[in-house]
């Protein structure tokens, strides 16, 4: 008779069982054990230090196309497609997904396959009168063979399975959202790194322009000096501004060498890679992006890091839930079936098909308090993911507000300086007219060069800075992801 049939005529004759299934069945949707996972938050409405003019929202998923550099782009795809950061958050979501059709596998019997066999020879001995050796009584040799099957299911009556299961895909979530976060965060490091680089490398030509005139008014002075029209001392002191301008030349190159480094190994190759593509110094930057605008209270769904500790607290409220049913009992059914024989001596094989069924309740009396601690631990693992959600919050906020007023900042710094920067320019003009005119001299016009250099200088890092702050923001909002479907860089 079939395993299942058999399964099936004893849960009919033990209706104890039969209605202990139906009400599992009944009550599976409503665990007495699910704990809230819930935590409120309280964002303010307004940001303190935001810009007026940033009010638009604009796209994030692919907010570094608004600098309509096409090496940009190359660089940000090339990031998403090799970055080791993101393949180990790759393999992560597989990891999780595995444990979800492993944790899913307790919802079904556990069916085996059992098989044996052997051989056997027996022999007793039975003691006689003292002093005799006895009487040994030796049955023949023996063949057995067995096989058959065996199934288990504990039944799952207080849902202790369902919340492990919800606890798994929580965490599957999460590694969706640590992949998101993974994103966001590269894409800001290679933006970064890149316009940095863009601004190192213009501040390396304006140096070189600053070493060439301080060589000019250095090789004036002389001249001046041989006519009896400079001192000594004005002599010394241009060549220690001659020296010290040299001096900053390759701290600057090392620095852009150390960024195209960086990119490289951003992008999954060795630091060298880069080096010959990113060494060619690029126009300056015509567009940036827009300053994105957002609530604080939108970058609860927008940043991925916030979502990913969110699935923590629900992951974490699952697992206490399941904690807590430790303290019911469990009821496992067990079924077998099979077919066993046994040849002895020349006799014919005695054969047969045997089979069980039975059913087991346990309930916790006693285990010196493990049960009730591991629910304890699990309770504190809740407490610590709903302090981690709200601290996560606060600190997307302070990434938020710092990046503001970076921004604020350094649009101040390059009005400031562009502002100078032009005056300086037209004094230079001015001292260049007056000069070819007989009315200034040489070492005049030289000087407003080298004023009008260090202010483009100070005006390059400043619009850098801008650069670099507009990417914080977008980063701090949460941008560069693609929620829903596979982030490209297209």
């Not at 940095?196 to 501040?203: K, M, P, S, T």
Request: net charge positive; charged share 20%.
């Amino acid at each position: 008779m079939p395993l299942l049939i058999k399964f099936g005529l004893y849960m009919m004759k033990h209706k104890t069982i039969t209605a202990i299934i139906i009400s599992y069945l009944a009550l599976s949707a409503c665990t007495p054990t699910r704990v809230s996972g819930q935590v409120k938050l309280s964002p303010p409405e307004h940001w303190g230090n935001q810009p007026k003019a940033a009010t638009t929202k604009p796209d994030l998923k692919r907010w570094w196309q608004g600098f309509h550099d096409p090496l940009l782009n190359d660089l940000v795809a090339q990031a998403l497609t090799a970055n080791h950061d993101i393949k180990i958050a790759q393999a992560h979501i597989k990891e999780v997904k595995a444990l979800v059709t492993v944790t899913e596998s307790a919802f079904y019997p556990s069916v085996d396959l059992y098989a044996s066999g052997g051989r056997e020879k027996k022999i007793d001995r039975i003691i006689g009168v003292p002093g005799s050796r006895g009487i040994q009584l030796i049955t023949p040799t023996g063949d057995s063979v067995s096989g058959g099957l065996t199934a288990r299911w504990e039944i799952d009556l207080f849902g202790g399975r369902q919340l492990d299961k919800e606890a798994v895909l929580a965490q599957a979530v999460g590694a969706e959202e640590t992949l998101s976060a993974v994103q966001v965060g590269l894409l800001a490091q290679v933006a970064t790194n890149y316009l940095e680089l863009r601004g190192v490398q213009q501040r390396v030509a304006i140096q070189q322009k600053t070493i060439a005139v301080n060589q000019e008014k250095l090789r004036a002075l002389r001249a001046f000096h041989r006519a009896g029209l400079a001192n000594s001392a004005d002599l010394s002191g241009q060549k220690a501004l001659l020296s010290a301008s040299e001096a900053v030349l390759p701290w600057l190159t090392q620095s852009a060498s150390a960024l195209i480094y960086r990119l490289s190994i951003l992008l999954g190759l060795p630091p060298a890679t880069m080096e010959t593509k990113l060494s060619i110094p690029q126009a300056e930057l015509v567009n940036l992006p827009i300053v994105p605008a957002l609530l604080p209270v939108e970058l609860l769904t927008q940043r991925p890091d916030l979502r990913m500790a969110k699935t923590e607290i629900t992951a974490a409220a699952a697992k206490l839930g399941s904690a807590r049913t430790d303290l019911f009992p469990k009821i496992q059914l067990a079924a077998s079936a099979g077919y066993g024989a046994i040849a002895v001596g020349g006799f014919s094989n005695l054969a047969e098909s045997v089979y069980s069924l039975g059913t087991g309740l346990t309930a916790p009396i006693f285990n010196a308090g493990r049960i009730r601690a591991y629910i304890s631990a699990a309770d504190s693992r809740l407490q610590q993911a709903a302090v981690n959600y709200e601290k996560t919050f606060l600190l997307a906020m302070e990434d938020v507000e710092n990046a503001y007023i970076a921004y604020r900042t350094a649009t101040g710094q390059s009005n400031n300086f562009t502002l100078a920067e032009a005056s300086a320019k037209t004094a230079y003009e001015q001292k260049q007219l007056l000069y070819n005119k007989g009315a200034e001299n040489y070492l005049a016009v030289v000087d407003a060069q080298k004023n009008e250099l260090a202010l483009l200088d100070e005006t390059t890092k400043s619009n850098t800075a801008i650069s670099v702050a507009i990417v914080s923001l977008y980063r701090a909002f949460g941008g560069g992801w693609n929620q829903g479907s596979k982030n490209t860089a297209e």
